[in-house]
Every structure is written in structure tokens, then in C-alpha cells.
């Protein structure tokens, strides 16, 4: 960095350091933009870039891939929160595919403003950590007024 300034002669000593502290800000070897971006961002990064877009459900031992893909899937479900979409979308980020049926799609009729759900977890198997992960996420994403009622996992072989 050059000692060359463009501050004027009454700039203070805390803002002369500022625009030296900031002044290595183009020597970065990644692009700004490149930042906020899930599939340009560096990896040891992906978790701020996560809080940085309120992504609900973050785990570190996730692989990179389904980081990735939970980071992608933020904006879309908070644009669709409250909705069965974004549910399924939040749920899908991260590998799962969820039914939903409403109280009004049940038979009998359920309780006005209850669902419940069927989620397909495939080979990860039937744990608390994977409930308590689904619910989680199904809780972030619906709307205030509805209830799970209830959660059936299905595996596969």
C-alpha cells in the first residue's frame, strides 16, 4: 500500500487508521461479490454467509455440498415462510422429501389449523437428532397458526 492519501489535511488519527486498516481490502484474493454467493464462497466462510442470511438450520459436520445447498435454499424459503412450499423447501435443502397433509385434507377432518407430516429419511436411520431436525425445521418454516400434530419417518432400505 502506498503512503499516497486522498484525506483531507484535518482528517483525525481514528480515521487515518481506519483508511489504512481498510486499505489492504483489495489485496484479497477473493472477490466481494464472490462472498455472497453459496457456490463462489470460501468454505471456511459458508457458516457466516449462512447467519448472514438467516439460514435456520445450520450444522458444521454437513458436508460442504449440503451447506451449500441449505445456503441456496434460504432466500427462497424465507420469501415463502408460512407456506407448505417453504416448509418442503427447507426440508429439501438439506435432503429430505416431506409430505404435508393439512387438517382439511385429512380423513376424518382433523382439528382446524393442524397437519402432519411424513418425511422419507431413506438409509440415515431413525434417531432422535433426526426428528428433532425435522421439526425444527418444519417449525421455522410454517406459519404461526398451525400445528404439527404429527411426524411419521419413513425409511428405506
Request: with cysteine; hydrophobic share 40%; proline share 6%.
Amino acid at each position: 500500500m502506498s503512503n499516497a492519501t486522498l484525506l483531507p489535511p484535518n482528517t483525525t488519527a481514528l480515521e487515518r487508521r481506519t483508511a489504512q486498516v481498510n486499505g489492504g481490502i483489495s489485496d484479497l484474493d477473493t472477490p466481494l461479490r464472490d462472498l455472497w454467493r453459496p457456490d463462489t464462497c470460501p468454505a471456511p466462510l459458508l457458516p457466516w454467509l449462512a447467519w448472514a442470511l438467516s439460514e435456520d438450520e445450520w450444522d458444521a459436520k454437513w458436508s460442504e455440498n449440503r451447506q451449500r445447498r441449505a445456503i441456496k435454499a434460504a432466500i427462497g424459503v424465507h420469501r415463502r415462510k408460512g407456506t407448505i412450499g417453504a416448509v418442503k423447501r427447507a426440508l429439501a435443502a438439506i435432503d429430505y422429501d416431506v409430505s404435508l397433509i393439512e387438517w382439511h385434507q385429512d380423513e376424518p377432518p382433523g382439528a382446524p389449523y393442524t397437519f402432519r407430516a411424513e418425511a422419507i429419511i431413506e438409509d440415515r436411520g431413525l434417531d432422535a437428532a433426526t426428528q428433532a431436525e425435522i421439526i425444527r425445521l418444519i417449525n421455522a418454516a410454517k406459519d404461526a397458526r398451525s400445528h404439527l400434530t404429527k411426524l411419521r419417518l419413513i425409511g428405506s432400505l
